[in-house]
């Protein structure tokens, strides 16, 4: 039997596939493929996140941190500048811990 995935895995999965006798048919993708392929497996991680019970929510952040810091990585940066990034943003304008909730913003007069 034949199984298509033609998508991007971790780097050990030929090895886990051929040590249970099968066969992985591999290929290396160029730089501009490669951040093509991170791009839609966020999407994909994002999704399982929001699909996951709560006993496996972790597991499932933990794939999309690995692939951030990927994309990091791509873009000649790392997991530490993203979390300095993100540190800054949180100072400047807040995290989303409060739940706030934005309903509709009105105009007042005097801002015109």
Known sequence: MIGKYNKLVRDKIPVII???????ITKI???????????MKLLEEVNEVIES???????????????????????GSNINEVQSIQEKKKRE????????YLVEVQ??????
Request: aromatic fraction near 6%; include cysteine.
């Open 18 to 24: 051929e040590k249970q006798g099968e066969k992985a």
């Open 29 to 39: 993708l160029n730089q501009n493929d490669y951040r093509k392929q991170l791009e």
């Open 93 to 100: 304008r807040g995290s989303f811990k409060e739940r706030i």
């Open 53 to 75: 019970s709560k006993a496996n929510c972790l597991e499932e952040l933990a794939d999309v941190l690995e692939v951030i810091t990927c994309l990091a990585e791509i873009y």
């Open 107 to 112: 105009v007042c007069e005097l801002s015109k």
